[in-house]
């Protein structure tokens, strides 16, 4: 009777153990998702790039320009005259054409002084043009003289004048004096300024010849360059 029992038993819950079984699917494991998406985007981007990069512009760039900017039709001018340096005295140069005496005067100062100074220093002699603001240093006028040759100084910074003048009839005191207020005004200019310059202005050589021409020297050596003009003449 047992035995026949857990027979039972067995058979039930071998039974039930079937129903189970086909009650309930087994699950496939190479099932695939029963819901796949059902649209896919319907239209692709049917627009594209208008101008696609690898395309050249369809122009190119025109030629140099047809026109180019006139040419100034006028140059400024250059300007007609130029300023001039400025010099530390009027320019003269020894005169041409002068006469005998006065290239006699020329050569005595020549001799008497180096080449360099000869070349610095130039002389100035009757035959041309001399500016009026040498007649003013010296003290007199040209019309005093009738023949001359001198080589001076114009500037505030040397006492230098080496000349020889030729006075006409009735002038000889007026050159001479000239002259002599021409060399105490430089003594009066140099004072407590340039030592160097006032010892050749207070040692100026300033002497009336025989013959009645005048000969002055403010320089370097003035009575060495005094005497070897004396005995040029």
Known sequence: MTKKIISLILGATLCLSLLAACGTPAADPTATPSAIPSETPS????????????????????????????????????????????????????????????????????????????????????????????????????????????SLSLMNTQAYCVGVFKPVDGKADAVYNGLKAYIDRTIQSFTNYLPDQLVYAENARLEKLADGTVVIVMCENQDTVYDTIVAAL
């Open 43 to 150: 239209e692709e981007p049917t627009a594209t790039p208008s101008a696609d990069p690898s395309e050249e512009p369809s122009e190119e760039p025109s030629a140099a320009p047809t026109e180019q900017p006139a040419a100034p039709s006028e140059q400024p001018s250059a300007p007609s005259e130029e300023p001039s340096a400025p010099s530390e005295q009027p320019a003269e140069t020894p005169a041409q054409g002068g006469s005998d005496l006065s290239a006699g005067f020329v050569n005595a100062i020549t001799s008497a002084r180096s080449e360099q100074e000869n070349t610095d220093r130039p002389i100035i002699a009757k035959g041309g043009d001399v500016n009026d603001l040498y007649w003013d240093t010296l003290g007199f006028a040209a019309a005093d003289v009738s023949d001359y040759a001198f």
